[in-house]
Every structure is written in C-alpha cells, then in structure tokens.
DNA sequence: TCATTCCTGATTTCTTTACTAAACACGTAG
DNA sequence: CTACGTGTTTAGTAAAGAAATCAGGAATGA
C-alpha cells in the first residue's frame, strides 16, 4: 500500500511539463528542478513515452513534451504508465481472485479498495494538479483535517 | 499501489479467528482453511500478537482468538499491525513531504489518496466482513459496476 | 562533422517478500 | 513430574523488486 519513489518520480515529471507548454523540456532541466536522478529518470521517461503519455526529440534543441493536453491525462494515467496496474492484490487483479470461508466477502473489499483509488487518482489531471484546482471531491478529502493526522 | 501477500493473508487468518468465538484455533487451521503456508502464518500471527490483535496460549488447547471483539478491529488495523503505515510515499508519510516547483499539490494529492483508503478500509470490521454485512459507502463503491473492470 | 540530447541494455546495490529450519519455552494430560 | 503437543523466537535464504548507475548507441540540428 505505498507509492513508489518511480511513481513519485513520473508524476513530479510530468507536472513540470504540464507546466512548461512551449517547446521541449531537457531531461536534464526535469531532473534538476525536481531533484531525481538523471539516469533513472530517463528511463522513467521512456517509459511514458512508450505508454503515449510524452513525446521525445533528440539533439540539439532536443527534449520532452507532453503527447497529450495536459487536461487529458490524469494522475493514474501515470502511475499505470509505470508501475502497471493500481491496487493489485498479491501481483493479481482483485476481480480475479476468490476467496473461501470466512474471507468470502474480502474480494468486495478490496474491489471497494481499487475503486476508492481511481476516484483520486483519475479523476485528478495534470492540469488541475499544476493549476492547485483540485477536483471537488479530491479537495474534499484533503480538506479533512483528520487527513493529515498520522496513524 | 498493492496488497502484499501478508496483508492478504492477515486479513484472511483474522477473518477465521472472528468466525470463530468459542476458544483457541490451532494455527495449523488456520492454515488450512485459508491456504496460507503455516511457518509464514505463523510469522504475521506473532505480529498480530505484538499489536495487541491476537492473543495466543501454548500446549494441548491452544490456538489463537482474537484480543477484542470483531467489531472493534478494522481491516486498517490488521494492515497497519503487519506492514506498517497505509499508504506511505517512498516510506515517508505523505504530510512529511514537501514538493516544490509545479509538483508543490501533490502532497495535497497523496493525502486525499490516503483519506480514501482509510475511508474503506478504517470503516471495515471484521465483524461486517465476516458477517457480509459491508458498511454503506463500501457496498457503494464495489457494487458499481465500473469498479469491476479491469484498466 | 560535431556537439547535443535522447535511447537502451547491462549491471549493481539494497531492501523486501515469502518462506524454511530448528531450537526453545510453555501448558496440559496422564 | 514428565512427556507431548503446542506456540515462540531466532536465524537464515532464495527470489524478486526498487532504485539507481554505467556505458555506450543513435538521432538531431548547427
């Protein structure tokens, strides 16, 4: 149940495009400005670019681009683009899975658990995430002072 | 953004201890019953214990029971006992990060995401799992249908 | 051509996962 | 009071994954 450093890396990535519409952005200038490795950002950034999320060029004057307007493309677009699908359950999708006895209804739970997930993480772009305008019921979450409390 | 195999299978042994509350269960039920290799269980039941989840007694007549009763324990406690923190960023908890540049409403972001897995899983008692009894805004979230397909 | 920049696979280091083995400690029955 | 059936604990390990790093190749524009 944790985010991963690449998916941390892959969203902050993308964000600083988002936020730079003209022309192609240097790996080098994302890594800087959002201090991650160079290298492994890079492939971080094949990885998106495989997945249709940016667009590269090479050479001088060369750099990365959004595929996409940045309103198109949300958080979970991203986080599938390199981490694969979200909230798998011991590496297998949770409609997948059946359990017996006692556990029977879990499989509801961890459907319920998925679906909680994409609410945030699709329903958030990365233009609102650039923009600070986060959807309504993401902001509602996050407004909730027990949100921030730690357990 | 996944379930380990531990989690899993806590779930799944607590799940059986609710389901049964007369007396101890042999760990070697436990196993059975849910298909969870013994030694390992074993392992996560001795976690469960440390957090005051479980209790344990020795000899002929032992077994495992749980320490409060099944409606008092929520499937984000037996999560919490056997992997730590819900829904860490890179092993930190998402109000100790601070981004900068265009990333700076992401924390915002993995806050809401941790709100609404607490939203489920800190809703959930063993006492509704066992029971199928789900809370309201559970049974909402997996009865969609959207919420069954895979992405 | 040449500097610049992305593209790619191999390799490394470290941690976690998932599990096994075996000695040890305790409680109950006989 | 002893033996046996339990749980407890320590130790360890193979395999996978996470997070980089290295080293070079391939395209682009000047």
Redesign the interface.
Known sequence: ?????K??YA??AV??L??SPDGPVKGERLAD???IPLQFLEHILLDLKHSGIVRARRGAKGGYWLAKPADEVS??DV??AV?G???????A?P?SIS????????Q??????????????ES?SLAD??S?D?PAN??D??D?K??????
């Open positions: 149940m944790r985010v991963s450093a998916a941390d969203v902050r964000a600083e988002a936020a400005s959002q201090d958080i979970a986080i599938r981490e699908p979200i909230a798998n359950v011991q590496s999708p409609e359990y017996k006895g006692s556990a029977r209804e879990l509801n739970v961890w459907i319920a658990v998925r679906a909680s997930l994409r609410d945030v993480l958030t995430l650039v600070g986060l993401v902001r979450l996050a909730d027990d949100a921030w409390a730690p357990r």
